[in-house]
Every structure is written in structure tokens, then in C-alpha cells.
């Protein structure tokens, strides 16, 4: 049974896309003075309202985990901005056409796509110090999307992400 279970995680995190994940920060800062935060009102995050419901409370739940609250008069703003694209279809099948003799030669040869490209969605969180007016900290994430995907499915996605965003916030010195 303890073998089942094993195995039916291990398949689990292996079915599960890849959750990649790119930080950037303001070298110098005091990180330690920021402890409550809030979302810009006017945020045009890219998502549907739903959609950034979901993120919303899934960094809600992940910045008190971390000991932030959120407030009327925060320390610091988040900004969430967001995009989707395709990756380029790489799987092909060539098809070639040739033929020749007495020094002559031709061909013909084109590339049919083999499967539907992936959609993924990049998605940049920003730290903004609205008293300084400058960006301290940055994450900016790619993942492969579902727009069929069902609402439990996208919270556990937004769930993931928040998740591994925010393991790398406060930076490491």
C-alpha cells in the first residue's frame, strides 16, 4: 500500500508542468522594513476576473503564511501583470519530394506539424515602494496554461505559483 501511494505521487508531480520562476531585486535594499502591503487599485493584470480572484487569494494566503498583512496604508504595493503565448510548434514530420540524373538535381521538401502548440502564460508580480516610487522586487513566472482547464485546476495552478514565487521572497543575502 505505502508502495501505491509512492507511486501515485511520484506520477502526480511528474504530470504536473513545470513551474519556472525568475527574481530580480533592488540591490540594497532593507527588506526587513516592509511589512504590509496592499494591490494597486487599477491593476490591469491581464486575467479574467476570476482568474485574478484566484491569484489574489492564493498570494493572500501565501503573504500572511509569511507573516505580512495587508492594509489601507501599506508599506509596499503589488502589481501583477500578465500574458499569454504559444511556443513554437517544434514536432514535424518532413515530407520530400526529389528526383534527378545526368547532372541534374532537384527536391522539394516541407514540414507538416505534428500535435497543437502549447499555450503558456508568463506572469510578472512586482514590489513597488510607493514612497520611493521605485521596484525592490520582481518575479516573473512561466507556465504552461489550459484555457479549458476546470476552476479547481486553475486555483491549484495559482496555488503552485504563489507558492514558488514567494519562496525566494525576502531574498537571501
Known sequence: MKFLKTIILLLLIISCAPIRVNYDFEKGTNFSKYKTYNYYSDMQTGLSELDTKRLLDALDTEMTAKGFVLSDTPDFFIDIKSSEYQEVQRNTVGVGLGGGGRNMGGGISIGLPIGQANVNRQ?????????KKQLFWQAVTESSFNPNATPEKREQLFNALTEKVLAAYPPKK
Open 123 to 131: 506572469i510578472a508580480i512586482d514590489f513597488v515602494d510607493e514612497n
